[in-house]
């Protein structure tokens, strides 16, 4: 069974700082997919940055990258020039072909001004 | 606005009773998923639904059950409540059943709706 494992419960940042949340994932699987999602205090689930894990090339949206590890099953997530609006819980996910989600227990983000 | 509603937003009840949530999926989303949001249990996926019929089971508890209607709106059905199944329990939605990644196979969430067993 695919399992996911976030081991920082709470990080901490600087507004205008970069910040990196690490993920680490277990699967046999060769085609699957990764994704983080952010859960502010509202409780709604904002999907913030997909890989496809064929791709090697690791991605990019806007201030939010990624840094992928396929050999090492490692999806850290970099958050560049950290705003107050970035603080949530973020939790990283993985499908495989299937669908369904399955995700990490999240890391709570606070950033200080 | 993700476009999927979840009704009511709060729900309190308590031990021994029965409950239904209710989702209805974006427009044109065929696939509806059911997750479950807890202290102790983190999220997890329940159950998927596709074009009305069950597609996939996680760890849905047998007093729980779920169905997608004709008009693709799904419910979801927890009865004999106990305390720990006080949740957040969420919808989400997709235009496929998984398959490869495009952004019609994304997944989009509702609101969710915040259920207390007293």
């Known amino acids: 069974a695919q399992t996911v494992t976030q081991s920082q419960p709470e990080m901490s940042v600087q507004e205008a700082e970069t910040v990196t949340l690490s993920c680490t994932y277990d699967?046999?699987?060769?085609?699957?997919?990764l994704f983080w999602y952010k859960q502010p205090p509202s409780r709604q689930m904002i999907l913030v940055i997909r890989q496809e894990a064929y791709k090697q090339q690791n991605a990019t949206e806007n201030r939010f990258s990624v840094n992928f590890q396929k050999a090492a099953k490692s999806f850290s997530l970099k958050i560049s020039d950290s705003q107050l609006g970035d603080a949530a819980m973020y939790f990283c996910a993985y499908r495989s072909g299937g669908g369904k989600l399955i995700f990490g227990q999240g890391t709570e983000l606070s950033v200080k001004p | 606005d993700s476009g999927v509603t979840q009704t009511p937003k709060h729900l309190i009840t308590a031990t021994g009773q029965r409950v239904t949530l209710r989702c209805s999926p974006r427009?044109?989303?065929?696939?509806v998923y059911w997750y479950q949001q807890s202290l102790d249990q983190g999220l997890q996926f329940l159950i998927q639904?596709?074009?009305?019929?069950?597609?996939a089971k996680g760890n849905i508890l047998e007093r729980f059950s779920a169905q997608q209607f004709p008009d693709l709106h799904s419910e979801l059905n927890l009865s004999s409540l106990e305390l720990g199944d006080s949740a957040l329990y969420f919808c989400a939605s997709s235009a496929t059943s998984g398959g490869p990644l495009k952004r019609s196979n994304e997944q989009f969430f509702g609101p969710g709706t915040r259920l207390t067993v007293l």
């Open positions: 639904y596709y074009n009305g019929e069950e597609r």
């Open positions: 699967t046999s699987e060769s085609d699957y997919y």
């Open positions: 427009s044109g989303d065929l696939s």
